[in-house]
């Protein structure tokens, strides 16, 4: 039995590494925390180097729409994540006018194509992304996303992948909604 849990703990941490001390229930409690730290590894990087001007609360959002982000559900999962600090959002195209929206919200991503294990079908997924928070046209702030070195949340989707940085750029906004399922945290649209 003891060969099983450590060859199937083995497996899921893809370490390849194993010192026993000898005493079994040590060993499996190793195991298990190695096990754990290998899979938060798998979750979506943090922000890097967010800057935050405002940490006022903010409820409305005008999100200019970049059409060189090919990557359908990244406004999608970006308005789930609004949403779920409690933040209603709109689309509006580039270079005009939001009207009547004081706060705006711009954004750059990066795709990159691969195929996914057991597939042999090319599937998209985000590898870089930066929003940029305005008022009025003065930033309020900025924050970024770069999939993680080994490419452990590569297939993340991107609503998961800017989680973080919503939660950087609205600190003024707690998380209202925190329980949505994960097929309707990209389900959001408004263009």
Request: proline content about 6%.
């Given at each position: 039995?003891r060969t099983?849990?450590t060859a199937?703990?083995?497996?899921?941490s893809?370490?390849g590494?194993?010192?026993?001390?000898g005493?079994?229930?040590?060993?499996?409690v190793g195991?298990?925390g190695?096990?754990?730290?290998g899979?938060?590894?798998?979750?979506?990087n943090?922000?890097?180097?967010?800057?935050?001007?405002?940490?006022?609360?903010?409820?409305?959002?005008?999100?200019?729409?970049?059409?060189s982000?090919a990557?359908?559900d990244?406004?999608?999962g970006?308005?789930?994540?609004?949403?779920?600090?409690g933040v209603?959002?709109r689309?509006?195209?580039?270079g005009?006018?939001?009207?009547a929206?004081?706060?705006t919200?711009s954004?750059?991503?990066y795709v990159k194509?691969?195929?996914?294990a057991f597939?042999e079908?090319?599937?998209?997924?985000?590898?870089?992304a930066?929003l940029t928070?305005?008022?009025?046209?003065?930033?309020l702030g900025?924050?970024?996303?770069?999939?993680?070195?080994?490419?452990?949340?590569?297939?993340?989707?991107?609503?998961d992948k800017?989680?973080?940085?919503?939660?950087a750029?609205?600190?003024?906004?707690?998380?209202?909604?925190?329980n949505?399922p994960?097929?309707?945290r990209?389900?959001?649209?408004?263009?």
């Amino acid at each position: 039995m003891r060969t099983i849990i450590t060859a199937a703990l083995l497996a899921t941490s893809l370490s390849g590494c194993i010192v026993t001390s000898g005493n079994a229930l040590m060993d499996v409690v190793g195991l298990v925390g190695s096990a754990a730290s290998g899979v938060k590894a798998m979750t979506p990087n943090t922000t890097q180097n967010p800057i935050v001007l405002n940490k006022d609360p903010i409820r409305d959002v005008c999100i200019e729409w970049n059409g060189s982000v090919a990557l359908s559900d990244f406004v999608p999962g970006l308005q789930g994540e609004l949403l779920r600090h409690g933040v209603q959002s709109r689309v509006y195209d580039a270079g005009t006018q939001a009207l009547a929206c004081p706060v705006t919200l711009s954004y750059v991503g990066y795709v990159k194509w691969d195929t996914k294990a057991f597939t042999e079908a090319y599937t998209p997924y985000l590898t870089y992304a930066a929003l940029t928070l305005r008022r009025d046209g003065r930033v309020l702030g900025m924050a970024q996303y770069r999939l993680g070195s080994f490419g452990q949340d590569k297939w993340a989707s991107p609503g998961d992948k800017l989680a973080p940085l919503i939660d950087a750029l609205f600190p003024g906004n707690p998380i209202v909604a925190d329980n949505l399922p994960d097929n309707q945290r990209s389900a959001f649209s408004g263009y």
